[in-house]
């Protein structure tokens, strides 16, 4: 039960929900309460094929980084960022921006997953019935964000791990919600701080799969530490990498129904090839930072992880096809309303470690400052053409390609090439109203 404003209502209509009932709710008291769920039954939907999966990240995995993703990819499933699931209800009448998919249809079935943050079944379970409405092929629920704001006052994300039996209730109102539409998945971490012993990682997979009824989850192979106050990026990079927990878990699994998805560290085609073959069983791999710096390189995913053998397998698009067919999405985004600003980020590294690579981020975030977003957004194409030599413009990706050595030598000069470096000028999120900011200022 929820209260909501009459100023909302129509905006619950526009997107083909009941208006909550409205209560009376004496002051101080909390703004949503819920009885205690009963445990889901397992959903029935079949899940998708998750050999490789593209990670949630905030202010970056939006709908538009997917739709690159999408040019480059027909099979990968791809994440969405995640939605803080408290914010849905302020934003009902634009659910698109936050939940729009690619078109993941060829191949049968929808392959974007929605992933919410939160702790409320409430709000969970109303965020999770708004997908409904959209072609995803499953929810997640984000256990494994260790900022403060999340973990810390927020009293999600990774700290959720400390409750398994919440979690499970929280999974159960989600799968309600649905009616069992949609899966429900959980990504979390391997422990947090010293609760991090395997027997408490099995605990918390018995908790939330016998309660909540989730049958994947995907697992960031390190712990998150909350107590000592690390930035987000040194949660991904400080506490170690042990993939061999997630491997046993697929093992002590096998015979459970459960599916495991392995997370963290992983940054080429062969390293993710390596790890399915180490565990056959293992439900696929989920790759972050890798595919943001370098999107191009995953063009080859669909053969080599995915076995496909069809002409655009065989030969997939070259850097240029790439980018006329996203600027061609991005003019027609602009009809339609989208926001500038966040569609110039996804092709921010499309030539990432090749000549003209870096003129090419200059000079887009030059005519940024200069002419502002719309102009820059149609002036992709020039843009590449000004900056970016014929032949990368023509060059199929390469499967070998090394692990950049230009982006060691460009991280190390300073040049905004990686994750959590945006070139000034080109952040997303400058044009965001409060509301918005609401959303977008969670780091995960
Ligand atoms: C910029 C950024 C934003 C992230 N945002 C999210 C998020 O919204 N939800 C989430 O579950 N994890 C988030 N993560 C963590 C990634 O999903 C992933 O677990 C982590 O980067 C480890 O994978 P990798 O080594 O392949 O990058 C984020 C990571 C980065 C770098």
């Not at 240029?320 to 989208?338: F, H, K, P, S």
Request: aromatic share 6%; net charge positive; proline share 6%.
């Amino acid at each position: 039960m929820m209260l909501v404003s009459r100023g909302r209502a129509r905006a619950y209509a526009a997107v083909g929900l009941p208006r909550p009932a409205r209560l009376a709710r004496p002051r101080g008291a909390p703004l949503c309460t819920v009885a205690a769920p009963a445990p889901a039954p397992p959903v029935a939907v079949a899940p998708v094929d998750e050999t490789l999966s593209v990670a949630p990240m905030m202010d970056y995995t939006c709908r538009h980084f997917r739709h690159l993703m999408r040019l480059l990819s027909s099979r990968a499933v791809l994440y969405t960022e995640m939605v803080v699931a408290n914010a849905v209800q302020h934003n009902l009448g634009d659910l698109e921006r936050w939940y729009g998919c690619t078109d993941g249809h060829e191949h049968g079935a929808p392959r974007d997953v929605l992933q919410l943050g939160g702790s409320d079944a409430a709000m969970l379970a109303l965020a999770s019935r708004a997908a409904l409405a959209y072609p995803y092929s499953a929810i997640n629920l984000n256990c494994g964000c260790p900022s403060e704001r999340v973990a810390g006052s927020g009293a999600f994300g990774a700290s959720l791990m400390r409750d398994p039996a919440h979690v499970a209730a929280l999974c159960a109102a989600m799968a309600d919600a649905t009616g069992g539409a949609l899966p429900i998945s959980v990504k979390c971490r391997i422990g947090v701080d010293d609760d991090d012993s395997y027997e408490q990682l099995r605990a918390f997979v018995d908790a939330v799969s016998a309660g909540g009824g989730v049958r994947h989850f995907i697992v960031h192979a390190r712990k998150a530490i909350l107590n000592m106050k690390l930035s987000p990026a040194d949660n991904r990079k400080i506490p170690p990498l042990r993939p061999e927990l997630v491997h046993a878990l697929v093992a002590d699994y096998a015979g459970a129904g459960l599916r495991f998805t392995l997370n963290g560290g992983i940054t080429s085609l062969t390293d993710a090839r390596a790890q399915l073959d180490a565990s056959p069983r293992l439900a696929g791999v989920m790759i972050g930072r890798d595919v943001i710096n370098r999107p191009f390189y995953y063009a080859h995913a669909d053969r080599v992880l995915y076995g496909c053998a069809d002409a655009r397998a065989r030969a997939p698009p070259s850097r240029g096809d790439v980018l006329a067919a996203y600027a061609a999405y991005a003019r027609q985004q602009l009809q339609l309303g989208a926001r500038e600003s966040g569609l110039l980020k996804p092709v921010h590294n499309l030539f990432h470690g090749e000549a003209g690579g870096r003129a090419f981020r200059r000079q887009l975030a030059r005519t940024l400052d200069e002419h502002g977003a719309r102009a820059a957004v149609l002036a992709l194409e020039d843009v590449a053409a000004a900056c970016v030599p014929d032949r990368v413009l023509s060059a199929r990706a390469d499967e070998r390609a090394p692990d950049a050595p230009e982006r060691e030598a460009e991280r190390a000069a300073g040049v905004g090439v990686g994750v959590g470096t945006s070139s000034a000028g080109m952040d997303a999120s400058h044009s965001l109203s409060h509301a918005e900011r609401g959303v977008q200022s969670y780091v995960c």
